[in-house]
């Protein structure tokens, strides 16, 4: 559960804003987007593959 502390005289908008940021931060929606299709474990694993190849590269490029 979030609990966002509101102050006395603060902005409800600053305190929503304060409850989106938190939100945002538990991942809930990604993880309820990422739940909503099914990818197969042979193109999770492709694309793991691909993204570790690009951070070598990236890595060898900075030194």
Do not use: C
């Not at 966002?4 to 309820?32: D, Q, S």
């Not at 739940?35 to 060898?60: G, T, W």
């Amino acid at each position: 559960m979030i609990v966002v502390p509101v102050k006395e005289g603060e902005n409800i908008e600053r305190a929503l804003k304060k409850f989106k940021r938190k939100y945002e931060k538990t991942g809930v929606v990604k993880e309820l987007r990422r739940r909503q299709q099914f990818d197969k474990p042979s193109v999770v694993n492709r694309e793991k593959k691909i993204h570790a190849v690009y951070v070598q590269q990236l890595q060898l490029k900075e030194e």
